[in-house]
Nanobody, 120 residues
């Protein structure tokens, strides 16, 4: 069974930095795309950033030039470096991995979420 485990959330002051990490276990396949999404209270879950297995990245406009997504050397790991954090970045951050194994239907998996709170 595929599982995603996130780490690195917490409380930080405005202007500060945090680094989120996510590792996938239980999959023999390399994820085609890994990404981070976030959900603030009372709002929908939105895309923050994604990265393909070849390194192509995509960012939400609200985080461009502040956040950087990267894949680790270990298979199916991804990190999100968040700089210049703002109060509006406060949310639960979820890791996502999209798999497209040969001969099988694509599927994705989600982590349990990690809280990021930006407050003075």
């Amino acid at each position: 069974q595929v599982q995603l485990v996130e780490s690195g959330g917490g409380l930080v002051q405005p202007g500060g930095s945090l680094r989120l990490s996510c590792a996938v276990s239980g999959s023999a396949f390399v994820a085609n795309v890994m990404g981070w999404y976030r959900q603030a209270p009372g709002k929908e879950r939105d895309l923050v950033a994604t990265i393909t297995h070849s390194g192509t990245t995509k960012y939400a406009d609200s985080v461009k030039d502040r956040f950087t997504i990267s894949r680790g050397n270990a298979k199916n790991t991804v990190s999100l470096q968040m700089n210049s954090l703002k109060a509006e970045d406060t949310a639960v951050y979820y890791c996502n991995a999209l798999f497209g194994p040969p001969g099988r239907a694509p599927f994705d998996s989600w982590g349990q979420g990690t809280q990021v709170t930006v407050s003075s």
